[in-house]
């Protein structure tokens, strides 16, 4: 198979693993998020307003559930980014300059995980992409106000 068959065969997957992409990565960050107001998943609870740290279980909560279908992908990854960024400067970063040395590695890929889905969307098999799936053209329109 040539190269260029080949990238024109895996282009036409990438909303498809987007989509997956953004399934998993809102998966990990509501099981987070969980752990961290409900101690499940064998971490303890943080108490309720205890800052940073509930406050920040509760948007990894409330934003990894939208991201993970797929709702305000875009809003609830640019939030889940920032609060992510917070945490390494504010947290990890203080015991060393790289995430491998400060512990910080999870927060990183957090960070640029989901700044990659503010800017790409949230790919296939959302529940945003679902409910534009039966609007008709003129609808989006409609919906959208007049043009400019």
Not at 2 to 24: C, E, F, H, K, W
Not at 113 to 123: A, D, E, K, S
Not at 129 to 134: K, L, S, T
Request: hydrophobic fraction near 50%; aromatic fraction near 12%.
């Amino acid at each position: 198979m040539s190269t260029a068959r080949m990238n024109d065969r895996l282009t036409g997957y990438q909303p498809l693993v987007l989509g997956a992409y953004r399934i998993v990565l809102g998966l990990l960050f509501t099981s987070e998020g969980a752990a961290t107001v409900f101690g499940v998943l064998g971490r303890e609870a943080s108490p309720v307003g205890d800052w940073p740290f509930w406050y920040a279980g509760v948007i990894e909560l409330v934003c990894g559930v939208l991201v993970l279908f797929g709702v305000g992908t875009r809003s609830a990854a640019f939030v889940s980014s920032g609060i992510m960024a917070f945490a390494y400067f504010t947290e990890h970063q203080k015991d060393g300059l790289f995430p491998l040395q400060n512990g910080g590695l999870s927060p990183a890929l957090f960070c640029w995980g989901f700044l990659l889905l503010v800017f790409f969307g949230p790919g296939a098999l959302s529940v945003t992409g679902r409910a534009r799936r039966g609007r008709t053209a003129a609808d989006e329109v409609r919906l959208s106000g007049p043009a400019a």
